[in-house]
Structure formats: C-alpha cells, structure tokens
T-cell receptor, first 114, second 111 residues
Framework: AQSVTQPDIHITVSEGASLELRCNYSYGATPYLFWYVQSPGQGLQLLLKYFSGDTLVQGIKGFEAEFKRSQSSFNLRKPSVHWSDAAEYFC????????????FGQGTELSVKP | EPEVTQTPSHQVTQMGQEVILRCVPISNHLYFYWYRQILGQKVEFLVSFYNNEISEKSEIFDDQFSVERPDGSNFTLKIRSTKLEDSAMYFCAGGQGETQYFGPGTRLLVL
C-alpha cells in the first residue's frame, strides 16, 4: 500500500542554520511527490513538486527537494532558515497524474530559535 | 492570484446535527477534493469529485457524508448526522491535473 513516512515529528533549528526534513515514501509506480507547508491557522501551501526529470527541484521561499529513487526519499532542504519558516511541513505522494488523491505523511513541526 | 476559499472557518455543532461545509474552488479547476485532519493526526483523503460525480472515496466517506457542486462554483461537503469523531479540520482542494491547491480549512467541533 502507498504510504509516506516523515520520521521527525518535531525539529528545532537556529535561525540562519541549514535545514533538512526527511520524507520516505512507498509507492509501486513512479511517484508524484509534493511538499506542503501549513502555518498556524492557515491552509496547506504548496512548496514544491516532483513529477519527472531533474531530481533536484526548486520551490518557493528558497526551499528545494531531492528525489532519490534508490532510497525512496524526497527530502526537503533550505540552506538558511528564517524565523518565518516556523510551521508544519507535510510530504505527500500523488497516486496518479490526473485527479488522484494525495497520501500525506504525519508532518514535521519546525521551530526556529533566534 | 486566485485562491480556494472555505466557509465557515470554524463551526461548532451538536452531535447528531447536520453540517454543510462550503468551498469555492479556483474557477479553472477540474478536480475537487475533501480531506480532513483530526488533531495531531495525518491529513486524510475523503473524496474526489470530477465531472459532477465522485471519482474516488475513502472508507471514511460513508453514507453520512455527501458532496455536491450544485451551481458550478460552490463545492460542498455535508455530514448528515455528526459524531464526536467527526471533529477535525476539513480541507477542500482543487486542481487541473496532478497538483492540488488547498483552502484554509474549516475547523469542525462536534460536542
């Protein structure tokens, strides 16, 4: 069955430090992968997505993610975290290309220390 | 930039009451979805809707739930007789293909 695992429930980093949020997926076919961010009281905002091609994808707010098929991973990175990045981050896998549901991971809550 | 909107932002209801959650998707979207997130848990898929009919539903989406898009703009989720365990944040989403764009959610509390 399809699944997404985000091993880290909560991460704290210092402002200006680099960030990596882990995501592992289980899906039989070529995955469509997404990262969403949810700020307190807000909806889910799309950060970036991977469908095919270059395995390093760039997103909004300075985020990037790398698809590694051999590791079934799609980790999210940012070289220098800002206090405004504090939020909950969700990795998701799309089950097929047109109108398919998303399967979400548990989410990782990011706190940023000044 | 157009956004998906949802009303109300919060709703409190008594167990057994009917609730209708409303969503206005982006106008050129073709696929529509409802998800829910129980506090502290994953975001879970409920139902997808395309061409005025349900295209997929989860096992959560039982006979107590229904969706419709009556006027080509609003997309609603109805829960006929709410249970305590229906308390959650409900997200509407829409898209043209692979990517889904989410609304801000409706927080439903069933007492």
């Amino acid at each position: 069955a399809q699944s997404v695992t985000q091993p880290d429930i909560h991460i704290t980093v210092s402002e200006g430090a680099s960030l990596e949020l882990r995501c592992n997926y289980s899906y039989g076919a070529t995955p469509y992968l997404f990262w969403y961010v949810q700020s307190p009281g807000q909806g889910l905002q799309l950060l970036l997505k991977y469908f095919s091609g270059d395995t390093l994808v760039q997103g909004i707010k300075g985020f990037e993610a790398e698809f590694k098929r051999s590791q079934s991973s799609f980790n999210l990175r940012k070289p220098s975290v800002h206090w405004s990045d504090a939020a909950e981050y969700f990795c998701a896998v799309g089950t097929h290309n047109q109108g398919g549901k998303l399967i979400f991971g548990q989410g990782t809550e990011l706190s940023v220390k000044p | 930039e157009p956004e998906v909107t949802q009303t109300p932002s919060h709703q409190v209801t008594q167990m057994g009451q009917e609730v209708i959650l409303r969503c206005v998707p982006i106008s050129n979207h073709l696929y529509f979805y409802w998800y829910r997130q129980i506090l502290g848990q994953k975001v879970e898929f409920l139902v997808s809707f395309y061409n005025n009919e349900i295209s997929e539903k989860s096992e959560i989406f039982d006979d107590q739930f229904s969706v419709e898009r009556p006027d080509g703009s609003n997309f609603t989720l109805k829960i006929r007789s709410t249970k305590l365990e229906d308390s959650a944040m409900y997200f509407c989403a829409g898209g043209q293909g692979e990517t889904q764009y989410f609304g801000p959610g409706t927080r439903l509390l069933v007492l």
